[in-house]
Structure formats: structure tokens, C-alpha cells
């Protein structure tokens, strides 16, 4: 791995940016679109560009090979639920509030590192990590302006999602060896067959009246900030390892905070901003002790 640039450092920021304008688009879509069906167009977008991605640069789609049950099983956790779970939540939230919930994935991943994987135990700064990140969580849920009986479960239906994302990057692990693209396009190949069925059963998509900007942002949450998002980390991931790319998830919550008081005029109350810092502290301690253990 060479030494960060200037330029990966401004990839970083643009990926950051890019997953954290996703829940704006999310809050916007969500005024035409309902929750499985925005789910579904953000999969089925995001599909098609990574089919054609594979085709022209000739990489092999394994979806209905050796491990077609894992892809079919990611795709359900890594893609259909968290989708359908924060576009869910987003109808009766803020958009910056769900960003916020979603940067406690690296907490989940802590402990459920803990409990499967060998080399991810518990240590004291980790769990100080954790502590300081659910307590953070607890505060936001605290402020009235934000959370009410009216959308206290939708943010909890938020929560599902970044624990949906760990729990497919642990079964991810067992195709460790497979390309990231494959892995990629063949988890959205089948999060596609999966989903569309299920969008006919659970709501009526053909009664729909979207308007142009819902749409346009849902076409952008598939192509943008699901398929060209991961190939950008896929090239981060390449070129400068698993602990730069880890950065990202400093400050995607920033992102979304500044994207919903633009595009939105939502509120940023002294709440939100305290227990934005205190997720960044717990994400911080967590990744300090995984370089701690490496050195």
C-alpha cells in the first residue's frame, strides 16, 4: 500500500459524501415512493450498472454458482432488509437524525466481532467505544423535537439497518476469496430477484404517482450511492487497505447533517450535535484499538 495522496484523501471525502447524501435522496424519494419500493428501485438501479460494469470490463458473474446461497442470503441482509428498514424509519425522521443512527455499525460490529470472529474481542478501549457511542444514541432519542410516540418506533426500525450491514459483512466473510465485484453484482443480482416479488405482495407500486424529483433520487440512490459508491471503494480499498477506507465512516454523519439543513431546512438542535460527537468518538476509540492490536 503507497503512502495516502492528496487525491485518495479527496476520493475519501467524495465517497463520504456520496453515502451521506443518501438520506436526503431517501427523505425524498419517500414523498412519491413507498419504503419497498424505493428498496427495491435502489437495488434494481444499482444492479443494472454493475452487471454493465462487469460486461464491459469482463468479469465473471458468479450469482448461480458454487455459493449461490450465500449470495441470495447477503443479498436478503446486506441489501433488502437495511434498505427497506431505513426507508422505513426515513418517512417519520429526519433525514441527519437517520445518519446519525446509521455510524453506530461499527459499534454493532464490535460486538458482534466479539462474539464470532477469533481476532475481534473485546478490549478496554473498544468497550469504552461501545459506551460512549450507546449513550450518545440514548441522548439523541432524548430530544423531543426529534422523537415523539408518533416516530419513535420508525427510528428504531432505522436502528435494524446498520445492524443488517454487520450482519452481512460477518457472512460476507466467507466469500472473502471471491473478486469485490463479483461478490458485488452477484449479492445484487439476487437482493433484485428477491425484492421484486415482494413489492407486488406488501404494496400496490403500479398505483403509484411519483413525482420527478422522488424519482430522480431514487435513480440516483441506485447509481450513484449504491453502484459507483462501491466501486470507488473498491478503489480505495485497493490502493490504500481496510483501515483508510475505514475512515469514511467518520464522516459520512457529517455529510448528512449538513445535506438535510441544505436540501431540507431540517433542525440541527445541540442534541444532534452532541451525540454526533460522541459517535465519532466512539467510531474513533473502536478503530484505535484495532491499530493498537496490529502494531
Not at 426529534?146 to 420508525?154: A, G, I, Q, R, T
Not at 473498491?234 to 490504500?240: A, D, S, V
Request: aromatic share 16%; charged share 10%.
Amino acid at each position: 500500500m503507497h503512502k495516502a495522496s492528496l487525491k485518495d484523501f479527496t476520493l475519501l471525502i467524495v465517497l463520504a459524501a456520496i453515502w451521506g447524501s443518501a438520506f436526503f435522496n431517501i427523505k425524498i424519494a419517500s414523498h412519491t415512493y413507498t419504503p419497498l419500493t424505493i428498496a427495491f428501485g435502489r437495488i434494481f438501479f444499482a444492479a443494472l450498472v454493475m452487471v454493465i460494469y462487469c460486461f464491459i470490463k469482463k468479469i465473471k458473474i458468479e450469482a448461480f454458482g458454487e455459493h449461490w446461497f450465500w449470495y441470495a442470503t447477503i443479498g436478503i441482509v446486506n441489501l433488502v432488509l437495511p434498505f427497506f428498514f431505513i426507508s422505513f424509519g426515513i418517512v417519520k425522521v429526519q433525514s441527519n437524525f437517520a445518519a446519525i443512527l446509521m455510524s453506530t455499525a461499527p459499534i454493532f460490529a464490535t460486538i458482534l466481532g466479539h462474539l464470532f470472529i477469533q481476532d475481534e474481542k473485546l478490549n478496554i478501549l473498544k468497550l469504552t467505544g461501545i459506551v460512549i457511542g450507546f449513550l450518545g444514541i440514548v441522548y439523541l432519542f432524548s430530544d423531543d423535537l426529534l422523537v415523539n410516540k408518533s416516530n419513535f418506533l420508525y427510528a428504531l426500525v432505522i436502528i435494524l439497518g446498520p445492524l443488517c450491514y454487520t450482519l452481512g459483512g460477518l457472512f460476507s466473510l466467507r466469500l472473502k476469496h471471491v473478486k469485490n465485484e463479483t461478490l458485488t453484482t452477484s449479492i445484487l443480482v439476487w437482493a433484485t430477484l428477491i425484492i421484486f416479488p415482494l413489492v407486488f405482495i406488501f404494496e400496490d407500486p403500479l398505483s403509484l404517482t411519483p413525482s420527478f424529483s422522488s424519482t430522480i433520487s431514487l435513480i440516483y440512490l441506485g447509481v450513484v450511492a449504491t453502484a459507483i459508491a462501491w466501486l470507488m471503494r473498491f478503489y480505495i480499498l485497493k490502493n490504500n487497505g481496510l483501515v483508510f477506507q475505514s475512515q469514511v465512516a467518520y464522516i459520512i454523519p457529517i455529510f448528512g447533517l449538513i445535506f438535510g439543513f441544505i436540501f431540507l431546512g431540517e433542525h440541527i438542535t445541540h442534541k444532534i450535535v452532541v451525540a454526533l460527537l460522541t459517535v465519532l468518538l466512539s467510531t474513533y476509540l473502536i478503530e484505535k484499538s484495532k491499530k493498537k492490536r496490529v502494531s
